[in-house]
């Protein structure tokens, strides 16, 4: 929906928001946290709960997601892959690569994705569990990913990737063309292996907009960051989506990879 149609129609669907009870674009802040191991609901419910019924690319069996306790932040979630043998793991019939992401998606509300002129900030807490297997370079491997939905959806617009011995925050404005892919910003991967750090972004979803980023450990101690204008809208998308997990090339002698995330938080 065009940015000047979905102002005209703010008003109700605020009051549609009252009346039914559901979210709608403009609910403010959507945040969602581990409630514990063995308490309350498993991680896949909470997913489902505030991203929909299928928020899962990858298994979603107890033995790759699942939940756990951390000293420094509480309850977190847990996301786990194998080794090259993990076939459960395995992304469909692209069986060069492994996914296990959890994800905004088309039937998720409207709270969760980006519209066209929405301004959104992602916020999170994760730990790469040490010792990490940090990807050659040129085999990708993403652990947060803004994608576009519908047009031109091939490469994420966003991403922060492990790659060559580095966590890389990178961009890309079209979808067909991985040369147009940039790093915008970069920490060595030792600052982050077995550590736990918050990172925030925040996206002006248009042709020319302001996109920031920072990465943080829980001292307030920045580790990369970035501010500028980027093109962050696809030609032809429905809305931006979050993806946050796994993502990675099968490369040889590759080991298992666990990731601790925690405090999802969408605003916009």
């Not at 977190?76 to 194998?82: H, I, Q």
């Amino acid at each position: 929906m065009l940015k000047k149609s979905r102002k005209a129609a703010v008003g109700l669907s605020l009051l549609s928001s009252l009346v039914l009870g559901s979210l709608t674009a403009f609910a403010g802040t959507v945040s969602f946290t581990s409630d514990g191991p063995n308490t309350g609901q498993s991680a896949l419910a909470i997913f489902k709960q505030y991203l929909g019924t299928d928020p899962v690319d990858g298994p979603d069996d107890t033995g790759h997601l699942y939940e756990s306790t951390s000293t420094h932040v509480g309850n977190v979630f847990m996301f786990k892959v194998g080794d090259s043998t993990d076939t459960a793991a395995l992304d469909g019939s692209n069986t060069d690569r492994q996914r296990l992401e959890i994800k905004a998606y088309n039937s998720s509300q409207s709270n969760v994705k980006a519209f066209q002129g929405d301004t959104v900030t992602y916020n999170w807490k994760f730990r790469p569990m040490s010792p990490y297997p940090v990807s050659p370079s040129g085999n990708f491997h993403h652990i947060f990913q803004l994608k576009a939905s519908g047009g031109d959806d091939g490469y994420p617009v966003l991403t922060f990737s492990v790659d060559g011995g580095n966590l890389k925050f990178k961009h890309s404005p079209i979808g067909a063309d991985a040369s147009q892919v940039q790093t915008l910003a970069q920490t060595a991967f030792s600052n982050v292996d077995g550590q736990w750090v918050e990172a925030t972004v925040t996206v002006q979803n248009t042709d020319n907009g302001q996109l920031t980023m920072s990465l943080k450990k829980l001292d307030g101690t920045t580790l990369m960051s970035y501010s500028g204008t980027k093109d962050n809208w696809r030609t032809g998308a429905d809305f931006n989506r979050p993806k946050w997990g796994i993502y990675r090339k099968i490369y040889s002698g590759m080991p298992e990879a666990k990731i601790q995330f925690a405090e999802f938080n969408i605003t916009k």
